[in-house]
Each structure stands twice: as structure tokens, then as C-alpha cells.
């Protein structure tokens, strides 16, 4: 399958999720964004361009999905797929934690960025209740969701590779 395709395919599906399931399974008023996971993992694992289009792709169906602020998800999540592209080669994605660190910290930049935007737009929300209630716990929520997003990944971009046939046999014929 084509890269383009195969990413578009996993953003969809992320996207399909997200407003399907996620709903359903806040805990006390925190959602998580897989929007939002999928675009950080995509820059750290492919680059800031793979990550940046994810979080374009994901922003772009999730803004038409609410019709409210149409660009502004698309914005904040581009640029954090983006800049987990940037610091690829600082996180070494063997090691889970670091991923998780890294998710928590693109959360908090995507919130920040979104809410810095509305606030141009002219709406304003307490800052301190948008960090302790909204922004704090889904960067704990997308933190902790990680992993079994970036497990899923790992798995669907390793089965859909086409690696080459080897053949020793004929090596030494």
C-alpha cells in the first residue's frame, strides 16, 4: 500500500475513533485527543512532514466534524505533529516513556495554541480552570493512551510494509 494512503487510512481511523468511542470513555470531564496522539507519533516516528499532514488530515476532519472554529484544530495539531517531528531523533521510541513525556507536552501545546487563538478570536476562559481542568488532565489522559496507540501503530505500519524477499539459496548457487 502506498505511504499516503497507508497514513491517510490510520488518520481516519484515529478520526473515526475519536468521535465515535472517545466520547464515551471520558473520566470526570477529560477526553482524550487520538487526533492529537496520532499526529505527535507520526512526526516522531516518520519526520515533521509525516507529522505535520497527520495533524493537518486529523485538525481538518475534526474542525468540519464540530463546524465551530474551522481551522483552528487543523492549526494546533499540525504544528505539534510538526515539532515532534523536529525532536525525532532526541526521542528514542524504544523506550515508551519518553513518547508518553513528549505526548503530555504536545498536549499542553496544543491546548495552549488553540485557546491562544480563540482568545484572538475574542473568547475568554479562566486560565488557571483551563489548566487544571481541561488541559492537565487529557495531557495525563493522552500520556497514559500512548502506548496502546503507539503499539497499534507500530503494528499496522510493520504488517503493511512489503519488505524483499531474501533468498539465501540463491546467494550461493
Same mark, same amino acid.
Given at each position: 500500500? %502506498? ?8 488518520? &481516519? ?10 466520547? /464515551? ?5 477529560? =477526553? ?13 516516528? /516518520? ?6 499532514? $497527520? ?5 481538518? %476532519? ?5 463546524? *465551530?472554529? &474551522? ?33 503530555? *507536552? ?14 484572538? %478570536?475574542?473568547?475568554?476562559?479562566? %486560565? =488557571? ?9 487529557? $495531557? ?19 504488517? =503493511? ?13
Amino acid at each position: 500500500m %502506498l505511504p499516503v494512503l497507508q497514513s491517510l487510512l490510520v488518520v &481516519v481511523t484515529a478520526f473515526i475513533f475519536q468521535a465515535a468511542v472517545v466520547p /464515551h470513555i471520558s473520566i470526570m470531564g477529560a =477526553k482524550p485527543n487520538v487526533i492529537l496522539i496520532v499526529a505527535a507519533l507520526y512526526g516522531i516516528m /516518520h519526520g515533521p512532514s509525516a507529522g505535520a499532514l $497527520a495533524g493537518f488530515t486529523g485538525g481538518l %476532519l475534526c474542525d468540519l466534524l464540530s463546524g *465551530v472554529y &474551522v481551522g483552528l484544530g487543523l492549526l494546533s495539531k499540525s504544528l505539534v505533529g510538526f515539532f515532534a517531528g523536529l525532536v525525532q531523533r532526541a526521542i528514542f521510541v524504544e523506550n515508551i516513556i519518553l513518547p508518553m513525556a513528549a505526548i503530555f *507536552v504536545a498536549t499542553g501545546i496544543s491546548e495552549l495554541v488553540y485557546v491562544v487563538f480563540l482568545f484572538l %478570536l475574542g473568547e475568554t476562559v479562566p %486560565l =488557571k480552570l483551563l489548566i487544571i481542568n481541561i488541559i492537565l488532565p487529557t $495531557a495525563i489522559y493522552n500520556a497514559l493512551l500512548t502506548p496502546f496507540v503507539y503499539a497499534t501503530l507500530r503494528r499496522f505500519m510493520v504488517a =503493511k510494509q512489503d519488505t524483499p524477499a531474501i533468498r539465501i539459496a540463491e546467494k550461493y548457487n
